[in-house]
């Protein structure tokens, strides 16, 4: 079984358009994430959420949405697709607990997004 | 603010010869610190993380790192080389903050038969 799955592995559209990634988690965390990472292999959060609440949203353009349904679930949209957007997309999950710190996290294989 | 620092782009081995890739911090408390390795095409894998206790800590695939607060560095070490540990290596942080974990630049290592 997939620990962090994501869907499509690879997505292809044109600038202006609207996208999305999907993610899920069956290790029971309580805590996913985005982060995006550059042609130049730079990894950097995006966005967290922990119990489907928002906890960390880092300077990122409106465009990006993310939105989790679930505990088990955080998704990605993109509307207005720009050439800059074109970049690896990796979903992350951990179960965290404040007093605790961080615990490690678990990635996904990665959603490589090309706007042309 | 916390960052990492990884000198290192680009490193290249024999196959049997021992590894040290450098990993510096920074952070104003006690930092999580964590080392992924990304295969080419691949996602992360944790590889080893130290969170308090013994500074040297014991990963997977025979990886080892030192947590050196003085230094500030998190160096990670492997005895020797295999051919199959060629990919790219990230050093992270981490402090309370929710599960920000910010990342080094990478290191990619290239093994050599």
Redesign the interface.
Known sequence: DTA?SQTPKYLVTQMGNDKSIKCEQNLGHD?M?WYKQDS??????MF?Y?NKEL??NETVPNRFSPKSPDKAHLNLHINSLELGDSAVY?C?S?Q?E?WA??Y???????TRLTVT | AQSVTQPDIHITVSEGASLELRCNYSYGATPYLFWYVQSPGQGLQLLLKYFSGDTLVQGIKGFEAEFKRSQSSFNLRKPSVHWSDAAEYFCAVSGTSYGKLTFGQGTILTVHP
């Open positions: 962090v805590t994430y130049k292999k730079f990894l950097k959060i967290s922990n906890i960390i990796f992350a951990s965290d404040l710190g961080t490690e996290q678990y990635f996904g294989p990665g």
